[in-house]
């Protein structure tokens, strides 16, 4: 089962791409890869600008950042409606609302379309999107970070391929919104379908920590 603050939202996703909606940071022109980044549910691209910067310095601008916004809706910024609980007592994950964000991805990556490197990553909602995209043969990726985050519709890509993208995932054991369970069932299921996985794990919360941003950081100064 998957542990996820369960809010019932009715959202027809697709990510917004005009200008004030988008963050970039970094040179398109000079940069060696492109990296997607996705924020959490209830956060804004904004909130992830001085932590993708810090990243990119630690990568001497090796790389174009470009950070989205989820629509917003009653007020939060979501990326796919979040689960509900039947009746039943089960948690029922919407995969339609899941496949209209992908194809945003998509129309995102079309947008920017380079022959560079391209990585997808996010943190906590925007992760589990990253990871769901590299499931999809929209575009070719040839990363994926997944900061706090969980595999989502597990059972609906459990008879499909991934992508041969290499996958950096980490979690902290004391994270209480995503809890460590779910990283444990999401990795199982990942090295079912790759081993291309680099994991990291630690005493900390919900959150991107500096010793989670310095691993980051390493793994993709060594994919480029």
């Not at 996703?13 to 492109?34: D, F, P, R, W």
């Not at 691209?45 to 950042?65: A, C, G, Q, V």
């Not at 029922?92 to 379309?113: C, M, S, T």
Request: hydrophobic share 40%.
């Amino acid at each position: 089962m998957i542990h996820y603050r369960l809010i019932n939202i009715a959202l027809l996703v697709m990510i917004q791409l005009n200008k004030e909606n988008i963050v970039t940071i970094g040179s398109e022109t000079h940069s060696e890869a492109t990296l997607y980044w996705f924020h959490g549910y209830g956060a804004n691209n904004w909130s992830f600008e001085p932590s993708m910067k810090m990243l990119n310095l630690l990568l001497d601008d090796r790389l174009f950042i470009v950070i989205p916004n989820a629509p917003e809706e009653n007020g939060k910024r979501s990326w796919y409606p979040l689960p509900n609980i039947s009746i039943n007592q089960e948690i029922e994950e919407d995969f339609d609302g899941l496949r209209n964000a992908q194809h945003g991805v998509q129309k995102l990556i079309d947008n920017y379309k380079n022959q560079k490197k391209i990585f997808v990553g996010g943190f906590s909602q925007g992760a589990a999107l990253a990871l769901s995209y590299i499931f999809e043969n929209l575009s070719k990726i040839d990363g994926c970070i997944a900061l706090s985050g969980y595999m989502p519709n597990a059972k609906d890509y459990a008879s499909k391929e991934i992508q041969q993208s290499e996958i950096f995932i980490a979690h902290g054991t004391e994270d209480l919104t995503i809890r460590f369970e779910s990283f444990e069932q999401t990795k199982k299921f990942l090295l079912e379908k790759t081993k291309l996985i680099t994991e990291y794990t630690g005493d900390f919360g919900h959150t991107i920590t500096k010793s989670v941003t310095n691993e980051m950081t390493k793994w993709i100064s060594n994919k480029l």
